[in-house]
């Protein structure tokens, strides 16, 4: 059964579980990034998730919201619990310096995987995506996971201008 599932998945998905490995493992390693690098694998795994919902569930009006509300609870998680001190604001380089941290690997095989098994679960059991539970439980997922990304992003650039702002009252 494994077998014939990795053989009906289009090949377009190896290459992209590729690029996703190796941005997770780029995450584990300290690292200097521009500002504009960090929207990458938020807007990446934001698209995914939504294509999973539109596709999955179209038409069912709980997606949706569901979805939002549980990003929300995400977004709100991650930015109380987010290390301040994993961050270093470099404003001369525009740049910021994150400490590694296999969190991100973490959250992009969270959604990468659930888009995967819900795929596999809706192909063996088609009428499944009509039960109010089911998509709950999805959009929860990928709600929760993009969330985090998005608090995460959202309190790396909040320190970013705060330093910008230290920096500037210095001068």
């Known amino acids: 059964m494994l077998q014939q599932i990795f053989m ?13 490995l190796y941005r997770g493992v780029a995450a584990s390693k300290d690292r200097e990034v521009g500002l504009s690098r960090l929207f990458i694998i938020p807007a990446v795994m934001l698209g995914l998730s939504i294509q999973g ?3 999955t569930f179209g038409t ?5 919201p569901v979805w939002f509300g549980f990003m929300l609870v995400g977004t709100l998680m991650a930015w109380h619990f987010f290390d301040s001190s994993s961050v270093s604001v470099l404003p001369e380089k525009g740049r910021v310096a994150l400490r590694g ?22 192909s063996m059991n088609p009428g499944l995506n009509q ?3 089911f998509a709950a439980m999805v959009c ?29 009252k210095l001068l």
């Open 8 to 20: 009906k998945t289009p090949l377009w998905v190896w290459p992209l579980l590729a690029f996703l």
């Open 53 to 55: 919902i539109a596709s």
């Open 60 to 64: 069912n009006l709980a997606a949706a």
């Open 101 to 122: 941290s296999w969190s991100q690997m973490a959250l992009i095989m969270g959604i990468f995987m659930t888009k995967y098994a819900v795929n596999v679960t809706l």
């Open 131 to 133: 039960q109010l539970a």
């Open 140 to 168: 929860a997922l990928y709600g929760v996971f993009n969330g985090v990304f998005v608090g995460q992003l959202l309190r790396i650039v909040s320190i970013y201008r705060g330093g910008l702002v230290t920096t500037h």
